[in-house]
């Protein structure tokens, strides 16, 4: 059984993988330069903080899926970013499977897109954070209740 993170971030990657406007482009810990022919994109992290409640038996994760959209357009940039935004919060906001359930994200939150001139053509970049709470036990970390 992988970490609970990695569960979350493999699911994510699994739903998101073949939307309309991005396909197979679904990255994880993409740690060189994008290239023009990757866009649009998006690149999938999790980070976590842990707390115990009820210990020793009980652990609640707080882990934050973070999905950033990547995309160039010479025109409708803007329009672009918010139809893949639609495409990642349909999916992830419908529940993801995880410990036999779909696991609902807790909040959501969406940055203000940014837009960059420096290429060839306008690239334009958000980010959307989901949040979602697990809670495994400390006899099997990996399985989320």
Known sequence: MSH???QLRQAAVT???????????VFVDREYTMQQTDLPCLHVS??????????PAIYVRS????????????????ALLDQ??????????????IGGEPLLPQDFTASDPELSVLTDQPVGEQMLTFDYVLHVTASAPGSVL
């Open 46 to 55: 999790v980070s976590e903080s842990t707390r115990v409640a009820g210990f």
């Open 15 to 25: 739903a998101l993988t073949g939307l309309p406007t991005t396909g197979s482009r």
């Open 4 to 6: 609970p993170r990695a």
């Open 63 to 78: 882990v934050s899926l973070r999905v950033r959209l990547l995309a160039k357009a010479t025109t409708g940039l803007s």
């Open 84 to 97: 893949i935004a639609l495409e990642v919060e349909g999916v992830l906001l419908a529940g993801l499977p």
